[in-house]
């Protein structure tokens, strides 16, 4: 007997997108002085879902003043108690509107609705709560007794997790008595957009956020833009790079969170059953559209075969199609151009090599779409091995001893993250010292939580977020990581 | 080194049993929980729903173990396994009735020959009784009718690590068992550890169970849905290695036809189709058949009944 599932979609009827969204400075919403507009789509099904403006150089001129008047005439003359009852107001009002953020997500974004659902959005409503807390005890958190705020913060952030990239900003710069302007990216504006309603909504200062939409000029412009104190920015090495060295010479603050090629590394003593949802979770989660995704799977030799067996079983129960139906597993990639990203990096896996191997799964018609995919017999050498894919894409390599498996998790210029999968826990601590990476998991895989600082070491960037070390970015102190 | 155990079991003393069950890989209990916890948000609707209902339905062993149990009840149970709603004959019978020893001739005459029945035995539910005594409890209810036997498992042998002890019971049980199909009784409530409850699954089925089954339904916790999960990764890796399928029983604290869904997602997703059948999977329960029977109502009348409108033995 075969067990199908019906489909179960989640109602669109709770989101209400507007056809065309201006820009929110001040407290409202106005025309850009641009007068352009763009496109976003949902990648599911390639439809319009609305046109978002273009902020042009006025616009952010525009943003950034209206952010400066309200840092000193309202912000960072509040006393923290009460910046404290507008972020726990905001955190509320994401708990109630939960169900409509979490379809707006996942229809501008791709990702499966159990995921925005059950991950993203509960963790943006807790990272509010979180930061919420923090207000009014800066005196306390270890960096002197009376810590103080940067100015005007200009915050650029990706597509993989829109809104919640939002919180990992926002929440922390309000907190610590900032004033924000964030872009969000091109391709997944709109839950940035119903964040600002929820700013009205909580009667937020006007122009303590401004939420200005845009694609790379956009964000160039804001991050150049000489009267913002500190720039924050989680995305690609690349940009990331391109950012240091327009800020280099001035005195804004910098955090960069960047990219990732995270090993994964699995012991033969491994619990391994949960090791591989810990493999899944690792790349498939999020379609791999993760800068901490484990993308490189490290086996002792002594098992691999087995559980490379046991992975390619799991994988074929996934299932790939509508994100808006609750037993998605595998979603949509966001954009054609990450698709076009991820097509290349995989041929140029098969042309050195390594063996490609993918489960048994239809593809839609429409949208932009990838299977999860394995790579068996990869060196360090592939580019599979040492590009971010960013993608449902997993590259397998062999290790025989446990010195070998450390030096080959920091044998890459990235150093974001790293899995650890033992029954040993002094096997744990002894890989947790030696591997270059802001973050270890041990024996789970893509936790998050607003108490533990994320961040990197070497090109996946500095800086942290979350936790108490994740203050110190928007404070005047010496940053402590 | 190899995940699974690579050798066929064949030094059964309590030194080889300890290495081979020891040998077994470990257990990550926020991770087995945490996957339970997401096969469970499957959302199960309309045609789906009707056929997982029905199945659920026809995997129930339908139980009575009380100290007040008597013919009269017995055959009343029998009367509603063998037609869960009179008013549909589309309705599958359930796949057993499960009872004392002492009552498997008052069953098997009330059943005859359309359904199993089942008989408790080896001194259910502790265990607690001398091998003697299982082995003739075992045998007076294959002699009045049983064709399936569900066991216990000596609990304290096995934590104090007399494996040899419980395997040699279990293998003890199934010689006199002849055709009837044995289920052994783990007792997860009891023994506590994820980890022990892979060790006694591979144990039970190494010494010869049909089935592995979580509880008797007298301990709590009884079935979690992670322990069922994990005794359904067993049997799936007991496959993989003999060839052979091992069935599995989760018996008791499932109420609900919301839980009975889960359960069964976690079969489907966990070994497949092929333990989608009252053969290879049951579930041990009471009063789960009526919730099963009012929300099939529901789906075919379109509106909700009450609980007048199932019948209560």
């Not at chain 1, 407290?27 to 002085?33: D, I, Q």
């Amino acid at each position: 007997m075969t067990f199908e599932y019906a489909p179960a979609p989640e109602s669109r009827s709770v989101v209400d997108i507007d056809s065309s969204y201006g820009l929110f400075i001040n407290g409202e919403f106005v025309e850009p002085a641009s007068n352009t507009f763009l496109k976003t789509i949902n990648p599911a099904t390639e439809e319009v879902l609305s046109e978002v403006a273009e902020a042009g150089k006025a616009d952010v001129d525009a943003a950034v003043q209206a952010a400066r008047k309200a840092y000193n005439k309202t912000w960072s003359k509040m006393a923290g108690k009460d910046r404290a009852k507008y972020i726990f107001r905001i955190a509320r009002l994401i708990q109630e509107r939960s169900r409509e953020l979490a379809v707006l997500e996942t229809l501008d974004n791709g990702k499966p609705i159990r995921e925005s659902r059950d991950v993203d959005i509960p963790l943006v409503a807790a990272h509010f709560f979180y930061h919420a807390g923090w207000a009014d005890k800066l005196e306390f958190a270890g960096y002197g007794p009376d810590p103080k705020s940067l100015g005007v913060a200009a915050q650029v952030i990706p597509w993989n997790f829109p809104l919640l990239m939002l919180a990992w900003k926002i929440a922390p710069a309000l907190a610590c008595g900032n004033t924000v302007v964030l872009k969000p990216a091109e391709t997944t504006p709109l839950t940035a957009l119903a964040f600002a309603d929820i700013c009205q909504q909580a009667d937020l200062p006007p122009g303590v956020v401004n939420i200005i939409t845009g694609a790379g000029e956009t964000g160039r412009m804001l991050v150049e833009h000489p009267d913002v104190n500190k720039v924050a920015f989680t995305g690609s090495t690349e940009v990331g790079k391109a950012i240091q060295r327009a800020v280099a010479g001035t005195d804004k603050k910098l955090t960069l969170e960047l990219g990732g090629k995270a090993a994964n590394i699995v012991f033969d003593d491994a619990p391994v059953d949960q090791a591989i949802e810990g493999i899944v979770n690792g790349i498939y989660f999020n379609q791999g559209h993760v800068c901490c995704a484990g993308s490189r799977l490290l086996l002792q030799e002594s098992i691999a075969e087995e559980v490379i067996d046991a992975l390619k079983r799991r994988l074929g129960t996934l299932r790939l199609g509508d994100p808006l139906d609750k037993n998605t597993d595998i979603g949509a990639i966001n954009s054609r151009m990450q698709l076009n990203k991820i097509e290349e990096l995989t041929k140029s896996g098969e042309d050195e090599g390594a063996e490609r191997w993918s489960p048994n799964c239809p593809i839609p018609d429409k949208g932009f779409w990838f299977p999860p995919t394995v790579f068996t017999n990869v060196t360090q050498a592939h580019r599979i091995a040492r590009e971010e894919i960013f993608g449902p894409v997993l590259s397998v390599l062999t290790f025989r001893t446990p010195e070998e498996a450390v030096e080959k998790a920091n044998n890459t210029p990235f150093g974001l993250s790293t899995g650890i999968w033992t029954d040993k826990g002094s096997r744990i601590l002894w890989m947790a010292n030696k591997v270059r990476s802001g973050i270890v998991w041990a024996n789970t895989f893509n936790r998050f939580d607003p108490t533990s600082p994320f961040g990197g070491y070497k090109e996946s960037g500095f800086g942290r977020e979350g936790g108490v070390q994740g203050l110190g970015a928007y404070l005047h102190v010496e940053d402590p990581s | 080194m190899s995940l699974l155990p690579t050798r066929p079991l064949t030094d059964t003393s309590n030194a080889g049993l300890k290495a081979y069950l020891h040998g077994l890989p470990g257990v990550d209990a926020v991770g087995l929980e945490a996957r339970a916890a997401t096969l469970a948000t499957r959302s199960i609707k309309n045609e789906s729903k009707a056929w997982a209902i029905d199945t659920a339905i026809s995997m129930v062993d339908l139980t009575t173990l009380e100290g007040m149990d008597t013919p009269g009840k017995v055959k009343a149970m029998c009367a509603k396994a063998l037609h869960p709603d009179p008013t549909d004959n589309t309705c599958p019978s359930v796949a057993a009735v499960c009872v004392y020893g002492d009552l498997v001739t008052t069953a098997r005459e009330a059943v005859g020959d359309r359904i199993h029945v089942a008989a408790v035995a080896t001194a259910f539910p502790s265990g607690r009784a001398s091998m003697d005594v299982k082995l003739m409890d075992t045998k007076q209810a294959v002699a009045d009718g049983a064709d399936e036997i569900d066991m216990v498992i000596d609990r304290g042998a096995f934590l104090s690590g007399n494996y040899s002890k419980a395997y040699d019971e279990i293998a003890a049980i199934k010689e006199v068992c002849g055709d009837a199909h044995l289920k052994v009784i783990l007792e997860t409530g009891e023994l506590k550890t994820y980890d022990n409850v892979r060790r006694a699954s591979w144990l039970a089925m190494e010494a010869g169970a049909d089935f592995i089954k979580t509880s008797t339904g007298k301990v709590t916790p009884a079935a979690t849905l992670p322990v069922t999960l994990l005794m359904l990764e067993a049997v799936r890796d007991f496959e993989t290695k003999t060839g052979t399928k091992i069935g599995v029983k989760a018996a008791g604290g499932i109420k609900t036809s919301k839980d009975a869904i889960r359960y069964l997602v976690v079969v489907n997703e966990t070994v497949g189709d092929a333990w989608l059948t009252p053969d290879l999977f049951r579930f041990g329960a009471s009063s789960l058949l009526n919730d099963l029977l009012l929300q099939r109502q529901r789906m075919r009348d379109g509106h909700y009944s009450g609980p007048d409108y199932v019948t209560i033995d």
